[in-house]
């Protein structure tokens, strides 16, 4: 059965601070791997997408994720984080039929 | 380009009451999504459009929520009667269906139902 773990509730960065979202995944075969972000009263938007190839994939807003088979992981990074990053942070799986299995979500809280 | 709009923002019923949630897709988006997001968790499909044909209904409770997309376009969600378990945001999602593999969604802003 597909699933996705993202072990931190909540995260607290600096302004101008890195930082990484955790996101395992189980899938039986190839996955499929995005990353969404849903600001308050907002609905999802796309940051990034893992289909094949490169194993770090760029995104919207300057974030970065890196697929690690090995470890079955698809962290989110950002080196400079900005106020604005402030937001809950979906790690989601998909399947053929795109069928979309998302994560429990990262509430993400930036301090001055 | 417009995005996904659903109606209506926000929705106070009393449990055993009906309801329904409206949501107009981007123009040309063959699919549509509705997903169930409660609090604390992330979103769960309940139903999956392609154009008005329904592609995955699995996890769609039912005996008391019904779906349909008129025409291939608009879509309503309705759940009669509610019980306070159906506390959640519903958010309607739409795809271009160009493939069956991983497409972007694009998300309305959702409908927060709370059920008293």
């Known amino acids: 059965a597909q699933s996705v773990t993202q072990p931190d509730i909540h995260i607290t960065v600096s302004e101008g601070a890195s930082l990484e979202l955790r996101c395992n995944y189980s899938?039986?075969?190839?996955?499929?791997l995005f990353w969404y972000v849903q600001s308050p009263g907002q609905g999802l938007q796309l940051l990034l997408k893992?289909?094949?190839?490169?194993?770090l994939v760029q995104g919207i807003k300057g974030f970065e994720a890196e697929f690690k088979r090995s470890q079955s992981s698809f962290n989110l990074r950002k080196p400079s984080v900005h106020w604005s990053d402030a937001a809950e942070y979906f790690c989601?799986?998909?399947?053929?039929?795109?069928?979309?299995?998302f994560g429990t979500g990262t509430s993400l809280t930036v301090i001055p | 380009e417009a995005g996904v709009a659903q109606s209506p923002r926000y929705k106070i019923i009393e449990k055993r009451q009906s309801v329904a949630f409206w949501c107009n897709p981007i123009?040309?988006?063959?699919?549509l999504y509705w997903y169930q997001q409660i609090l604390g968790q992330g979103p769960k499909l309940l139903i999956q459009f392609q154009n008005n044909g329904v592609v995955d209904d699995s996890q769609l409770p039912k005996d008391r929520f019904s779906a349909e997309r008129l025409k291939g376009v608009d879509s309503t969600l309705k759940i009669q009667p509610a019980k306070l378990e159906d506390s959640a945001v519903y958010l309607c999602a739409t795809g271009e269906g160009r493939s069956r593999w991983g497409e972007k969604l694009f998300f309305g802003s959702g409908t927060q139902l709370s059920v008293l």
């Open positions: 123009s040309g988006h063959a699919t």
């Open positions: 893992y289909f094949s190839g490169d194993t």
């Open positions: 899938y039986g075969a190839t996955p499929y």
């Open positions: 989601a799986v998909g399947k053929q039929g795109n069928q979309f299995y």
